[in-house]
């Protein structure tokens, strides 16, 4: 039997989804104050206007949800699901007032692009639109890598009980890197910060010697670290990373997608002195492994379609592209249709594959991960071991995760649930492209480019697709990057509104 | 004045020590990164000279 929430039970939802949308509202004081900069003032204004429905929308709520009831599981996973939706609604505000967005369909699929780390775009005319609003393209990547629940954590949650656990683990995330879950957002935050110092030094120093102008080196610099970082994929020009035509800045470029894509977990083992924990992890492992095998398929893909004679442009395009759809970031150095017209379906299938695993969970990255990868590859190694040994044998795998721990039935039971759910959704989104009259191979690497939250296209995302094709891509996202179970429990509240006792 | 500067001192060693472990966890992640890069340029290579 399935209850109908309380009028508490609905209180606790609006109070906390109000301090999270309070929370997206303070982002935008980021954009805000760079078109000030930039006497940018149609955009100022856009963003005054968004940040003012945000704190309506986000003091509103709190006021009209007072309530002493405590925090639960349930409330937890459809606050998380709920605050990113209004996130969406209410951050695509400034994008459908700058004009640059044909409708506001378009604006709300650019900011839960951003939002869910994917990095396909709608927006029109990127190469010249305002520093302001691309400032709000990259915060909104940037803010959703970590997770805008972790944001709150960080700074809106100070001294809540328990339950707030549940929030943090709706967002996908659910390893701690310390006992108390507001610290583990902080260390979160301390990971990523330190990289952006970092991470933006470097980039702004190879605009620099790239011949950019200092101010616009910086913004560069801190854009593409974030886009990178955050494996979202948004780059200030439309030409995304090919734009810069630098060796330089495409290993940055990686060695930034890479650090992003590992679980903030093994940061903090790694940064706290565990070193080996990058050699001995099993995700990190089974990211090596897959990444070779996916960079096999696109070389033997692309050296049958020969288009790039000359060793080193092979190279270079090839396993940039890999890395970065390996890694769920969406960077690409190749026209969008060239993947199509040149490269072909074997390489695009290496590509498809790699952005299908995804990289590290408890990361910034999208896709199945590399720990169920490793999961089910060491059930199916058992299972054959047990087929093999007498039937008295006791078999039993073991993996190394920050700690090494024993496979148990309850882990892969989960695990194959999600890792379905991935699949079915990959088929579907796939299927939808092929019912709106695009080809198979396009389908498929749009598709599953947005269900991952990788971002790279084949040319088959633009404003000219179809309104019904951009809301299934808009809620593939949203279920990629929250692994479903938390918009599972938004759908099952609503239906037990309607159906509960 | 001594047990003015012994905390003080403290400080400095503890951020001492935390920009260490950061840089060195940098490094042996950059390290990792670049590590993937070569074995990945590697596959590529000995596909291409296998002609595909």
């Not at chain 1, 050699?279 to 089974?286: F, I, K, L, P």
Request: hydrophobic share 50%; charged share 10%; glycine share 12%.
């Amino acid at each position: 039997m399935m209850l109908r929430p309380t009028a508490d039970d609905h209180r606790v939802i609006g109070l906390y989804t109000g301090k999270i949308v309070l929370g997206v509202g303070l982002l935008m004081v980021l954009p805000l104050v760079t078109a000030l900069v930039f006497a940018e003032w149609d955009t100022a204004i856009d963003f005054g206007i968004g940040l003012l429905a945000c704190f309506g929308v986000g003091f509103g709520l709190q006021a009209a949800c007072v309530t002493t009831q405590e925090l639960r599981r349930r409330h937890g996973l459809v606050i998380v699901s709920a605050s990113w939706l209004l996130a969406t609604v209410l951050g695509a505000l400034p994008f459908y007032l700058s004009g640059h967005v044909s409708g506001y369909l378009d604006a709300m699929f650019d900011v839960m692009s951003g939002l869910t780390t994917t990095g396909l775009y709608l927006v029109q005319d990127l190469d010249h639109i305002s520093n302001g609003m691309n400032m709000w393209r990259f915060v909104l990547t940037f803010a959703g890598g970590q997770g805008i629940i972790v944001i709150a954590l960080t700074a809106l949650f100070k001294g809540v009980g328990g339950g707030i656990y549940h929030l943090y683990s709706g967002e996908g995330k659910e390893d701690r890197l310390l006992p108390n879950v507001v610290q583990t957002a902080r260390m979160i935050w301390v990971v990523s910060l330190g990289w952006l110092a970092l991470g933006t030094t470097a980039l702004t120093v190879s605009a620099l010697a790239l011949g950019q102008a200092p101010a616009r080196a910086f913004l560069h610099g801190l854009w593409v670290f974030m886009g990178a970082f955050s494996t979202g994929g948004f780059a200030p020009q439309s030409f995304n990373t090919m734009w810069y035509h630098s060796l330089v800045f495409e290993v940055l470029c990686i060695i930034i997608f890479v650090a992003g894509s590992l679980n903030f977990a093994v940061h903090w083992a790694v940064w706290t002195g565990d070193r080996g924990e990058l050699r001995r992890n099993v995700e990190t492992r089974s990211f090596a492994v897959t990444l070779g095998l996916f960079a096999l398929v696109t070389a033997i893909g692309l050296a049958r379609a020969g288009v790039y004679p000359d060793a080193l442009p092979f190279i270079r395009k090839s396993f940039y592209l890999v890395i970065s759809g390996h890694t769920t970031t969406g960077f690409g150095t190749v026209y969008s249709r060239a993947l199509v017209t040149q490269w072909g379906p074997l390489a695009m299938l290496g590509i498809i594959g790699a952005m299908v695993v995804g990289a590290s969970s408890c990361s910034t990255a999208g896709g199945i991960k590399g720990i169920r990868v490793s999961i089910i590859t060491k059930t199916f190694i058992e299972e054959i071991r047990r087929t093999l040994s007498p039937e008295s044998a006791v078999i039993s795998s073991r993996y190394h995760h920050l700690k090494d721990r024993t496979l148990r039935d309850t882990t892969v039971r989960s695990v194959m649930l999600i890792t379905i759910a991935f699949l079915t959704m990959h088929a579907l989104v796939t299927l939808a492209g092929v019912l709106s009259g695009y080809p198979l191979v396009d389908a498929a690497f749009d598709g599953v480019s947005a269900a991952s939250n990788t971002g790279l296209s084949c040319g088959l995302v633009s404003p000219t697709m179809p309104g019904a094709l951009k809301s299934i891509y808009v809620l593939a996202m949203w279920l990629g990057r929250m692994e479903f179970v938390a918009v599972f429990a938004l759908f099952g509240w609503l239906w037990s509104v309607v159906k509960g006792q | 004045m001594e047990s003015l500067t012994v905390p003080g001192r403290r400080r400095n060693e503890h951020l001492l020590k935390r920009i260490r472990s950061f840089a060195s966890g940098v490094l042996a992640e950059t390290g990792f990164a670049l590590v993937l890069m070569g074995s990945c340029a590697a596959i590529i290579i000995l596909t291409l000279l296998a002609g595909g």
